[in-house]
């Protein structure tokens, strides 16, 4: 069986109880997970009314429980089996310049191997145990009594907000891996880029595409951030609270936010960058070798100058046109330039809300 058709084929299981429980007992998939995150989170808000009449809750805890929370249990379902259908794709568009050869399977073999270690799934759960004991420890003279006096309800937010640091914590770790072995798998083969490709990245689209996903969850973020922060206060009427928290919160933002697009994509990146350098060197020693022959021809027939001349000028239109057009990312520029749009419109609102306040 030829590496083509054993990519084709590539599957992989992490090792994730969770996962194996959700997806594999009960057979959940993306809209059982959302319909299950939002009836946890009608069932706590509930509670809360029913048992504490006098109680408040902040715009903040809506937009946790019922955006931020979900977007990243959605993330963790639908990331599963990222890297399989990322090399599924792969024979099918042709990206390589040489064909699959059998040794390439054990590439996958080691991918497999690595992606079913027990160990990124306990590092999983020891990083969501200290997420929750840091965030208690930091937060709690600030929790409100519901929180601090009732134990069944304390156990299950516990539990839940467990569970969601888990995911999240393997959700990086996987993509962290994956980053990995993609380094390994563009840095060991050499690509076919399309100059023309439709999808105006050099046939490379379907790569950015998923992993330019992690980078609108860190805006979907971003946004939540500026709302809590700064476009809720300035509504209702309150100071706009500029902690050291919160300072760090969109020191993080703003450095995530280019990490998460430029670290999945930058083995990608790297290899186009020298496949364009390579075809430009191409076309480089041969316009210095027609520049050669034309000036070892001047003596001769007008010809031949004039054969030479024109070969010459075609050359440079080639140079020019593959120095400009030539991608070098798997995203268009205009996948790009929206992108980078979404990510400022956080940064943009929160400053606003600044300029407003101070106006006011």
Not at 192 to 213: C, E, K, N, T, W
């Amino acid at each position: 069986m030829s590496s083509s058709s054993n990519l084709n084929k590539f599957q992989v299981n992490w090792f994730d109880p969770l996962g194996w429980l959700l997806f594999r007992k009960l057979r959940f998939n993306v809209v059982r997970i959302v319909i299950l995150q939002l009836a946890l989170a009608t069932f706590e808000i509930l509670v809360l009314y029913s048992r504490y009449s006098n109680y408040t809750l902040q715009l903040s805890h809506y937009i946790y429980v019922y955006v931020i929370v979900p977007i990243f249990w959605i993330y963790y379902t639908t990331t599963q089996d990222r890297i399989p259908r990322l090399f599924r794709k792969m024979p099918e568009k042709q990206i390589f310049e040489v064909e699959l050869i059998d040794d390439y399977w054990e590439y996958t073999k080691d991918v497999k191997k690595s992606f079913n270690s027990r160990y990124w799934s306990i590092l999983a759960s020891i990083s969501g145990i200290v997420i929750i004991f840091i965030n208690v420890s930091i937060t709690w003279e600030q929790l409100q009594e519901p929180y601090r006096s009732s134990l069944e309800h304390a156990t299950f937010v516990v539990i839940w907000f467990f569970l969601t640091c888990y995911i999240l914590s393997l959700t990086v770790i996987r993509e962290i891996v994956n980053i990995f072995w993609l380094y390994r798998l563009f840095h060991e083969i050499p690509i076919r880029v399309q100059l023309m490709h439709p999808d105006r990245a050099g046939g490379f689209r379907f790569i950015g595409q998923y992993f330019s996903v992690l980078t609108y969850l860190v805006i979907a973020i971003g946004y939540g951030l500026s709302i809590d922060f700064f476009i809720m206060p300035l509504i209702n009427g309150e100071p706009i609270y500029l902690g050291p928290e919160v300072i760090f919160a969109w020191m993080l933002y703003l450095i995530l936010v280019p990490t998460s697009f430029i670290t999945p994509l930058w083995s990608i990146h790297q290899a186009m960058k020298q496949k364009k350098a390579t075809v430009l060197k191409i076309i480089s020693d041969q316009f210095n070798h027609g520049v050669n022959e034309t000036l070892s021809s001047l003596n001769g027939d007008e010809g031949t100058i004039s054969k030479n001349l024109e070969k010459t000028k075609e050359l440079q239109k080639i140079y020019s046109l593959i120095e400009d057009q030539y991608p070098t990312w798997p995203l268009s520029l205009h996948q790009r330039r929206n992108l980078s749009i979404s990510a400022l419109i956080p940064i943009i609102t929160s400053i606003g809300s600044l300029v407003i306040e101070y106006l006011l």
